[in-house]
C-alpha cells in the first residue's frame, strides 16, 4: 500500500514516516469481526478523523493502538517500534499514546493540578517542581489555570474534559487519540473542547479523533477515515469526503447526520 500511488482524489497517506502505522489488524471478540483487515498510516503531525456508524469499532481501534485491546493478526507500529506486550514497555507506549476517552476519569480525590502533575511524577520521572512548572503551563493552554488547586467535581464537564486533555499532554505524548471526546458533555461546553483540540491540531499535534461532530472533522482533519462493520471503507479529505462520499455506508450515513 505504502508503495503505490493513492487512487484519484485520495489524500496522501504516509510512506516514510508514519507516527502509527497499522497493517492487516483483525480482531474478533468471539464471533464477532470487529477489526476487518485494517490498513491506517498516520503521518506525524496529521489528524485523522474516523466517522462511522455506532458499533462499527471505531473504539475498539483505538484500544488496539493503545494496547487496552489485543488484536489476532496485523502488526501495528508506534514510531516504528511494534507494541510491546507487557512491562516497563507498555508502561512507556501508554505515556506516548495519549488517550483521552467520554468520560474524563479524572482522579477525584486529587486536585486538578495533582491529577496533572501524577503521570510525568510517577512514569516519566519527572521532579515535582518541574511536574508542577509543566502541569500550569497546560492548565494554562487549555484554560484551566484558575481551578488547579480544586477537585475534579468542581468543575464543569467541559473544564474536566480539558483537564483530561491536559492530564495527557503532560506525558507529551507523540500521538494523541480522543474517542469521542465531547459526547458526554452539555452541548454548549462542546465548543470549549473542540477549540482545545483544534489548536493542538493546529500546534502539529499528531491525533486521530473520533467524533461526531462534523464542523470538527472539517475544519481541523486532514483525512477523514469512514469506518462501517469493523473495516475502513474510506479514506479521503474532508471536502472531498462530505461532498462525495464514494461508498453506499458512508452516504447513509451523512444523510443521517447532516
Ligand atoms: P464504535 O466505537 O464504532 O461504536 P466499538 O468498537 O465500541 O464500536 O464496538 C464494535 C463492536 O464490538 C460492537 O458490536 C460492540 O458491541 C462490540 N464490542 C465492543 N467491545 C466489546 C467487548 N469488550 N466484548 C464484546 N464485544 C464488544
Ligand atoms: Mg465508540
Do not use: W
Request: glycine content about 8%; proline content about 5%; some cysteine.
Amino acid at each position: 500500500m505504502t508503495d503505490q500511488a493513492p487512487p484519484a482524489g485520495e489524500t496522501n497517506v504516509a510512506s516514510g514516516e508514519a507516527l502509527v502505522r497499522m497493517a492487516g489488524v483483525n480482531k474478533h471478540f468471539g464471533d464477532l469481526h470487529v477489526l476487518r483487515d485494517i490498513d491506517l498510516e498516520v503521518a506525524k503531525g496529521e489528524v485523522v478523523v474516523v466517522l462511522g456508524p455506532s458499533g462499527s469499532g471505531k473504539s475498539t481501534l483505538c484500544r488496539t493502538i493503545n494496547r487496552l485491546e489485543t488484536y489476532e493478526s496485523g502488526t501495528i507500529t508506534i514510531d516504528g517500534q511494534p507494541l510491546p506486550e507487557e512491562g516497563a514497555e507498555l508502561a512507556k507506549l501508554r505515556a506516548d499514546v495519549g488517550m483521552v476517552f467520554q468520560s474524563f476519569n479524572l482522579f477525584a480525590h486529587k486536585t486538578i493540578l495533582q491529577n496533572v502533575t501524577l503521570g510525568p511524577i510517577k512514569a516519566r520521572k519527572i521532579g515535582k517542581a518541574e511536574a508542577e512548572q509543566r502541569a500550569m503551563d497546560l492548565l494554562k493552554r487549555v484554560g484551566v489555570q484558575e481551578q488547579a488547586e480544586k477537585y475534579p467535581a468542581q468543575l464543569s464537564g467541559g473544564q474536566q474534559q480539558r483537564v483530561a486533555i491536559a492530564r495527557s499532554l503532560a506525558m507529551r505524548p507523540k500521538v494523541m487519540l480522543f474517542d469521542e471526546p465531547t459526547s458526554a458533555l452539555d452541548p454548549e461546553m462542546i465548543n470549549e473542547v473542540l477549540d482545545v483540540m483544534a489548536g493542538l491540531a493546529k500546534d502539529g499535534m499528531t491525533m486521530i479523533v473520533v467524533t461526531h461532530e462534523m464542523g470538527f472533522a472539517r475544519r481541523a482533519a486532514d483525512r477523514v477515515v469512514f469506518m462501517a462493520d469493523g473495516q475502513i471503507l474510506e479514506q479521503q479529505a474532508p471536502e472531498e469526503f462530505f461532498a462525495n462520499p464514494r461508498s453506499d455506508r458512508a452516504k447513509d450515513f451523512l444523510s443521517k447526520i447532516l
